[in-house]
């Protein structure tokens, strides 16, 4: 959970990531590394034993993470937007136990909560509840201790339940196959029958069930802004450090550096933008149930605008850093090409077309986006 | 000097503003409601009498004027950075009284320095020292009360100095006839064998003669952005108010709400990255004299950073608000093409490509932007 | 009609062009001239006394007068439509003695045919037709010798009819006054109880009334491109003759050489994608009746695609001039902001996103843009 | 050589282009459908036994290949330019029979001319000929069956020669590892005293060494072009065929429309810029030594417009076909990110911000880019 944790992590990650981006699949060995980081435990308050890091302070984890290898830091990233989850749909009651416990165990946890996705549905058998269907887009289930799940109980309304990713019926496939966010394990899980107890469901307030809870949807999409931006961080970092290490004889085009400055202006103002929607977020955060549906709407706005410009670094810098370096960073060995590839994939998540809609709403109508699993 | 005063100051010059694009020349009227505001004494240390208002605080007055009239925004500016080229230029001794002065007369201070235009030159005969020659672009030159002047030695050395505009020889032309920043008077001063006092020589440590004295162009240019900050937030409130204004009945098109969001997002990033650097040069002027050049460097790339978006989302809001409020907006009353007009006329007061060779220098090799009158 | 006449005109329009820029209103000296050059009849068949020329050869006119003054480039192309309008919507025994009067009379043509503006509307009384109500944006309607106008009829229906601009009861007000386009005379008709005689209706087919009639919208939206085209050619020209005229010794920057590369690769572009178009109209009014709806739809998506990029241009250009100019450029007797201004305004005529998505139904799906006035 | 044969070309280039660009390497099997198909006599005069396609249908053809399979389009295309070298840099006498004998044996020509790679010398000793050293970025070498190659003379003079390329001493090495165009073999030659007779040597004019001579850059360089441009057409025809054949029940986003229409109308315009760009080289090319340099110039002019337009629209068009399809497209299986790597590979072949420059110079000043290898 130190910063020498932190930093011994990245080394060992941007150490495989290029081989690893090749190879694909579940990344066994870098999970156990975060696992044993003690970084799990991150956002858990410090009186559950975790470290207490503001949120602001976890992105910025996820942030350079992203920056050496975006498909684990998505993975972490979304361990916490779990635990995230447990605060802010369930009762104290309730979350409370998993945190120490997360804590004590280190577990890890995956995402199967997807609202877009209606096949897994919650059916009463006999005064019993089943999981029964299957899930797209499961980011890190694979390998995780623990899922959130998402279904539709036979009224046609979500319901969002934690439980243990080895009880039965569960089967992880991995069947995740992109060309980018190659080791996010964004597979699907079946459901085969699976038991689930009332206990486990998150009832109070349930998704999106007061304001506060609403912040889960801002987590998430600020999540998606620090991933991108560590992208482009990550792929200017490739651009600054092959071109010190170019013999100095090579003289340098003008038009180089008015590129790499225009490349680098665009980072340094999403920059900006990503850690004015983090301390928003923390302050909604620390609100708590007294947090406005106003203010809820201010910190919705800063994170789109952070969506906004971060999606558009991502893809030009990793499009970009070829203008710095010239043809002979296209080399297969080096895999430079996947900081654009991730950032393709990636930036698919939602459309930004619908985020700048919602902008505009605010802009010149003053109107805060409705709160949805996506905005 | 309150809060008051500056809305009150603010009011009154959007009442005119359009009107006066029409009519150019000197705004002796608005000129007068400024001196009488008390904001000529914002940015003077409170222990000479001023206000004591950070450069932040100073240039969100800029900003906050430029929104509604840019001209007078620019000249109101410079008359601060005419106060600062005092304290950086010259000592203790020589600009402690001037800024009293300034505060007790209520001094507006002109700008006749101009490093490009080399045609004034410093003589000096039988012990006597003369300016002879002009200068061109002196915004604010009319009806100032003082001047900061620069002329070439005759050993080719740059001279600045402060003198009251009214000294004999002085004349200042009344030329300034462009189609943008109409009302900043940046015309010719003509200096016809202008007696000079050594003691008005800004000696120590003359221009640029230190770390701390290069922070002047720093300041100017943090000026111009925040002029062109100001012109873009002015730019989408008329879309904004106007929008309201609208009946009801008329359906938004999602196109619209998309362009908004568009330039919405591009001016909330604007302000993020003008307010950082704001912060930057504050710091950077608390630390005088024992300013470093990496950190001057910081606060350089900082502002040119802020310099390259505000230009840019100056011209693409003064375009783009016709986007949002559609035909019937271009009625020749509202003159609300003066907002593109202005931000087209500043923003080539320097070329932004520079700016962005300097970044890219520093982004991809860690250089410092060299200190000169205009980076 | 002849070269030398098109060459004297453009001469004598470029000489006031600036100058009835600040004066705006009806350009009566320059219509003259017009009429004088024979253009008027331009379009007309040769058999009726006319140039013959083609659509292509037309709009190359108008985007050479564009080039020098789009306020009559646009006057003058609006004549031709009305001319257009009568051979689309009208049987040839109705247009062939109007087009043979418009020769040899050297008549003007305006337009009071706007179907957004559903104020005007055609009523009976006692077996006569009266036209009652108002009209906006009749671009052309003053001084003109005849007029194309619309009406609703209390059915609901569109009419449209030729009558005399100086019928007793019509009314051209001079209350156009936008900050661009100054002199295209885009104000208000009204009609006070105008008679209409039921032969000036143009009835067969009517208004869109076959395929070969809906070429109508196609040749209103090309002659925009091509205007707006003219603009972004007079913008370039601008920054190309003042940029030979400066004394050698000034060196070129290569930044402004690359500007000025990228600006003018642009203007290539819509110039071939507008001449493509051109090419695509003269071929579908060849056929005449026997047009099928798919060919109509290719040249609609040939037109939208010169109208998507010529609308960029003409802004990209007016606005970029300056980028090669600096601020010199910038000085108000020039009055070079015309170029984006003319070009501001006119670019707001009908929403570019529109089009835009009706060439995504058809590259997506292969739809055709559903023939109106717009597309 | 029939419409046939190119038809059945690239339904087998299509079939396994996915696979292959997984694969890279050398697509031997591929290169012998070329063989058999014929098309390596298209350029050749039909007096010669070729087909006797003008340049722009070889370039048409160079299109179609890419846009399935943009790796053999370039070694298809680089055969080709061979050809013309011959024709271009040696007498009549010399490429005559090698022409004929490319049509009667088939023969494969590969790329050993790179002039910015100095390491192959000329050596004379003993009254023979030897070349020495290595070449890098030899497209098409592998497999080939003659070669041309560059060497320095001992003067430092470029040499340029057609050789077998099983000539004793040639070494292909099998070094090519991009992430792009990965089957265009563009890897390393080897020259292990390569015995070399003075007839091969192209010394009438010899490279660039008349007006016509100085074509072989434009022909280059527009191939250039119509790669990128088949790979954006590839990858829109991508995006048209996979929307089709979705569920109708999926609704339309209309910012999917608008992005849809947005790419589709540079793709036109870019395929009229290099269309434009292919008739004015059919031209030049026909006025064989009469050709001026203005002529060429105008060439020249005209292919650098289509390099930044086709460079633009294959890098827009890879990334945003994804906007248009979502996430799922992004599939590894599909392997759909190969449009954008090809792209981003080949467009660094030469720095487009040069050409930009060079049209800046032409559009302000009349210079018509001076002949290189490069433009």
Chains 1, 2, 3, 4 share one sequence.
């Not at 447990?86 to 416990?101: N, T, V, Y």
């Not at 304001?211 to 990550?234: D, H, K, M, T, W």
């Not at 200017?236 to 071109?243: G, I, L, P, S, V």
């Amino acid at each position: 959970m130190s910063k020498l944790a932190l930093d011994q992590l990245l080394q060992a990650l941007a150490a495989t990531a290029a081989e690893r981006d090749r190879a694909g699949g579940t990344a066994l060995r870098e999970r156990g590394l975060i696992r044993e980081s003690g970084l799990l435990a991150l956002s858990v308050p410090v009186e559950l034993g975790g470290a207490g890091a503001s949120w602001s302070e976890v992105l910025q984890v996820v942030r350079r993470l992203s920056a050496v290898d975006s498909a684990l830091g998505h993975v972490f990233a979304f361990h916490h937007l779990m635990l995230a989850t447990l605060r802010l749909f369930g009762p104290r009651a309730q979350w409370e136990p998993q945190l120490r416990q997360t804590v004590a165990e280190r577990l890890f946890w995956g995402n199967a909560l997807n609202p877009r996705d209606p096949r897994t549905v919650l059916v009463e058998e006999g005064g019993r509840l089943r999981l029964r269907g299957s899930k797209s887009f499961c980011s890190g289930a694979s390998d995780a201790d623990r899922l959130i799940v998402s279904a539709l109980s036979a009224a046609g309304k979500l319901i969002v339940a934690a439980i243990p990713a080895g009880r039965a019926g569960v089967k992880v496939l991995d069947d995740w196959d992109s060309f980018g966010q190659r080791q996010t394990d964004s597979g699907t899980v079946l459901f085969d029958d699976v038991a689930l107890d009332e206990a486990e469901i998150l009832r109070q307030p349930g998704p999106l069930g007061s304001v506060f809870a609403s912040l889960r949807p801002c987590l998430a999409q600020l999540i998606l802004g620090n991933v991108y931006l560590g992208l482009a961080e990550g792929a200017f970092t490739e651009a600054q450090e092959r071109t010190r290490a170019r013999p100095p004889s090579e003289a340098i085009d003008p038009f180089v550096l008015r590129r790499a400055g225009e490349l680098w202006a665009e980072l340094q103002t999403a920059r900006l933008a990503t850690d004015e929607a983090g301390r928003a977020l923390d302050r909604a955060w620390a609100a708590g149930d007294a947090l406005t549906g106003e203010r809820r709407g201010q910190v919705a706005v800063a994170i789109a605008v952070a969506k906004v410009v971060t999606t558009r670094v991502a893809l030009t810098t990793g499009q970009g850093l070829f203008d710095l370096l010239g043809p002979r960073a296209t080399t297969g060995q080096a895999r430079l090409d996947r900081y654009w590839r991730n950032a393709r994939v990636h930036t698919l998540h939602d459309p930004v077309d619908h985020k700048l809609r919602d902008l505009g709403s605010h802009a010149l109508w003053g109107e805060w986006p409705t709160p949805s699993f996506y905005s």
